[in-house]
């Protein structure tokens, strides 16, 4: 059995459509919006809606710029627009189409945080599936599922009204991965919470994994855990037990899945 794996694919229609070949099947774990391209500055939501000139200047600011001066750019920049909340989701809604009709099938997938799940029924067709906070059979092993990120611990959501990241409590994160019982694979958006896993070395920080998951590969020791997230990992993989956690690449930049055999 091979299976592929991707995330964090941000917009990479032409990689998505082969990430199939030779596969038995496509996982694919979030992160399919591209929504500002800061290599590209004139791609993604931001570079449609207000062109590469002026997402160049935010890109910048958020690299040298105060927090207060990216904000005030920010909002100056949704304000110049008549109807944010509509341009935002017609954005969504055309990359959507894109991504998901590129996607192989069979294909399971669940959202990453830079994600609107709740569109996503729409646009899955047949041999699609949707997983959060579920399991599946894939060649006779398990797989379980959990889509997201966390948000830090004390902070309440953000909703400015035209875009929501998907962005979990840890304690609504909590009950996803207790849903899943008994699996040879655990598939995430986000790492475990080992600092090797979560520290990203470019943005020099380390983002938020889940001590959740880390209970629950620590306890039910499954073949695989597989993730995305840290677009440059301090360390691609670790072992816990018998479980071999492995960030499965910054799909986007490299077009390359990773591959599951057995």
């Not at 509509?86 to 009709?101: C, K, L, N, S, T």
């Not at 192989?104 to 799940?117: L, R, Y």
Request: aromatic share 8%.
């Amino acid at each position: 059995m091979r299976v592929h794996v991707v995330s964090d694919v941000h917009g990479n229609v032409e990689a998505l459509a082969r990430a199939g070949e030779g596969a038995d099947a496509l996982i694919v774990l979030g992160d399919l919006l591209d929504f500002v391209d800061y290599r590209e500055h004139g791609k993604g939501i931001l570079g449609t809606l207000f062109g590469a000139e002026k997402v160049g200047v935010f890109a910048r600011l958020r690299r040298e710029g105060t927090r207060e001066e990216t904000v005030a750019y920010s909002r100056a920049l949704w304000a110049s627009l008549e109807d944010p909340g509509a341009a935002v989701d017609e954005a969504i809604r055309v990359q959507y189409a894109a991504m998901f009709g590129a996607m192989t099938t069979p294909t399971f997938a669940t959202p990453g945080n830079v994600d609107a799940p709740a569109l996503w029924p729409e646009f899955a067709g047949d041999g699609i599936r949707i997983l959060d906070g579920e399991s599946a059979e894939i060649g006779g092993l398990k797989f379980g599922f959990v889509g997201g990120a966390l948000l830090p611990d004390g902070v309440v959501p953000r909703r400015n009204g035209f875009w929501r990241p998907y962005l979990r409590t840890r304690e609504e994160y909590d009950v996803s991965v207790g849903k899943l019982e008994d699996v040879d694979v655990l598939c995430t958006h986000v790492p475990p919470a080992l600092p090797d896993l979560v520290y990203d070395v470019v943005a020099r920080r380390s983002e938020i994994g889940s001590s959740a998951l880390l209970d629950l590969i620590t306890i039910q020791q499954p073949r695989w855990s597989v993730f995305g997230h840290v677009h440059q990992p301090l360390s691609p993989r670790t072992r816990v037990g018998r479980t071999e956690c492995r960030n499965v690449g910054h799909f986007k930049v490299t077009g390359v899945p990773y591959v599951l055999r057995w």
